[in-house]
């Protein structure tokens, strides 16, 4: 079954401690990349990539970090998470940057930082 | 610069009736249209899209939707609403230029009821 599988799907942690959101795809989809949804804002990009090392920032990079070693894993990194990072997040993945390609989305982490 | 504005953050509809979500864009260049659906703790799953072929689409679970240029708007619309429609809706938008990136209005909750 295709899949955007992402992890952890909750948690709670406190802020400046590192934590990582995983993400994986098993469509062999070239383009992931990471939103988060807030009340009223509707989703907004976080960062993007293109392809295999291959990294760019969205609309709202700041406080985030990503890497993309292997095409399949698109980890979203916060290395001294905020409260004002609470959010929904989704990692996204299509067959490419075309625009009428489809983009799938993971079921969401929600990650709450006190 | 492209946007998309859902009117009616909130729709509230009786079981059988018409269901309306209203979406207007905004682009300089040809867009390519999306309708995603949230249901409670789970991911985006999409709808519908628009591809620039046919203007009236048809996506999954009984929705349409109608491009319409002159207006710049891609309404979403079911005849007869069902319990199970209940639900955040997205509309976005996707155009060249950048990275293709989807751009998303900020959701309209529709509740349903009896």
């Known amino acids: 079954e295709a899949q955007v599988t992402q992890n952890p799907r909750y948690l709670i942690t406190v802020t400046g401690k590192k934590l990582t959101v995983t993400c994986s795809q098993n469509m062999n989809h070239e383009y992931m990349s990471w939103y988060r949804q807030d009340p009223g804002l509707g989703l907004r990009q976080i960062y993007y990539?293109?392809?295999?090392?291959?990294?760019d920032k969205g609309d709202v990079p700041e406080g985030y970090k990503v890497s993309r070693k292997e095409k399949r894993n698109f980890p979203l990194i916060l290395e001294s998470p905020s409260p004002n990072q609470t959010s929904l997040y989704f990692c996204?993945?299509?067959?490419?940057?075309?625009?009428?390609?489809?983009?799938?989305f993971g079921e969401g982490s929600w990650l709450t930082v006190v | 610069a492209q946007s998309v504005t859902q009117l009616g953050s909130h729709v509230s509809v009786s079981e059988g009736a018409l269901v309306l979500l209203r979406c207007n864009y905004s682009s300089s260049v040809p867009p390519y249209l999306f309708w995603y659906v949230q249901y409670p703790n789970q991911g985006l799953q999409l709808l519908l899209k628009y591809t620039s072929a046919a203007t009236l689409v048809k996506g999954i679970n009984g929705f349409e939707a109608e491009f319409k240029k002159s207006e710049t708007s891609f309404h979403l619309t079911k005849p007869s609403a069902h319990m199970s429609d209940a639900a955040e809706y997205f509309c976005?938008?996707?155009?060249?230029?950048?990275?293709?990136?989807?751009?998303f209005g900020a959701g309209t909750r529709l509740a349903v009821h009896p």
């Open positions: 976005a938008v996707r155009v060249s230029g950048g990275y293709n990136k989807l751009i």
């Open positions: 990539s293109m392809n295999v090392e291959v990294t």
């Open positions: 996204a993945s299509s067959l490419s940057a075309g625009l009428g390609n489809t983009i799938y």
